[in-house]
């Protein structure tokens, strides 16, 4: 089962608060997508409008080239994985794996109760008696054994431990090589999970500021460092995200594609070149600026 994703000139508000801005994407089969940015940036606002929970106040959402919102065809292709309260839950995992197995045809019982058995969760108490980290990997537990073509985790990994996490973010790359499929994983554990990400969504302040391919995206944001002059002569015209300074030398992060002749300048100089991290150049885009900066 393939799926195709595309979003066009999407917004969404909330009463009289504009959470999405013309949000304009494709997003394809066998692919996982990161989605990154602040708190409030508009991450949970967007996976609920794929999700179906709300529609879109403009734009057309589309799945397979079908509206999403209140069609039973298109949600049928849909798990969103996000924070559940279980407070009043007395259904154990069994239970839930029965109506599971009732609501969702893609539902692979199997797979669920091996990811039971890696995940280490009880099957006998009810939800509510779970820890916090134990009922997000219950809830990843359903969102990887539905198998649904788009598959969505919202900041999935709450409560979890460190070897839990890295249960899961092992078993997303697997069920990619076995039943390739669409995943989109929100995070602010952008460090520690970039590596899953085949490209990546940045949305800062209800906007898509980044759609990229990783390797691309890492490309475009690089280091440059030597002496103050020579660095802030080849800085010019160039996109400066952040520069530090310390005695007589100068380092600043740029984005952007480098002009050739820009770079046999910084070679002439004999200025270093150096690589920057996805979570340096989140921090760096999505940063709060001065009007003058
Ligand atoms: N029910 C609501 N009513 C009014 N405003 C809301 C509501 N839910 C969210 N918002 C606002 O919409 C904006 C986007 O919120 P959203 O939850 O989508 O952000 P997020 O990127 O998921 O944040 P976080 O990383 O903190 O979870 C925020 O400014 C938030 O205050």
């Known amino acids: ?3 195709k994703v595309e979003a066009n000139q999407i917004s969404f508000s909330y009463k009289n608060f504009e959470a999405l801005t013309n949000i304009d994407f494709t997003l394809e089969n066998g692919k996982i997508y990161g989605l990154i940015g602040r708190n409030g940036a508009g991450k949970t606002s967007l996976l609920s409008l794929l999700a179906a929970y709300q529609k879109s106040t403009s734009g057309n959402l589309k799945i397979d080239g079908e509206n999403i919102f209140e069609n039973e065809r298109a949600m049928a292709k849909v798990t969103f994985v996000h ?19 009732r609501y969702r045809p893609t539902f692979d019982q199997q797979y669920a109760e091996q990811l039971v058995e890696l995940f280490q969760l009880p099957t006998d108490k009810p939800l509510k008696e779970l820890s ?28 979890m431990d460190a070897p839990t996490r890295e249960v899961f973010y092992n078993e997303i790359l697997e069920e990619q090589e076995r039943n390739p499929r669409l995943f989109i994983l929100s995070t602010h554990l952008v460090s520690e999970m970039e590596y899953l990400f085949d ?6 302040k209800g906007k898509l500021i980044v759609k990229e ?3 691309s995206l890492l490309q475009k944001g690089f280091s440059i460092t030597g002496a103050i002059d020579d660095i802030e002569q080849v800085v010019s015209g160039l996109q400066v995200l952040s520069e530090q300074q310390l005695g007589g030398t100068k380092s600043v992060m740029v984005y952007g594609e480098l002009p050739k002749e820009k770079e046999e300048e910084i070679k002439q100089k004999g200025l270093e070149i150096g690589s920057v991290s996805l979570h340096d150049l989140f921090i760096q885009l999505t940063k709060e600026r001065n009007k003058d900066e």
């Open 1 to 3: 089962m393939t799926v």
């Open 132 to 159: 916090t980290g134990m009922q997000s990997a219950f809830n990843v537990t359903i969102g990887l054994a539905n198998r649904t073509p788009l598959t969505i985790f919202d900041e999935a990994y709450q409560g």
């Open 199 to 204: 490209e990546v969504l940045m949305i800062d």
């Open 83 to 101: 924070q559940v309260d279980y407070k009043d839950e007395y259904d154990t995992i069994p239970q839930f794996f029965e109506l599971a197995n």
């Open 213 to 215: 391919d990783m390797g």
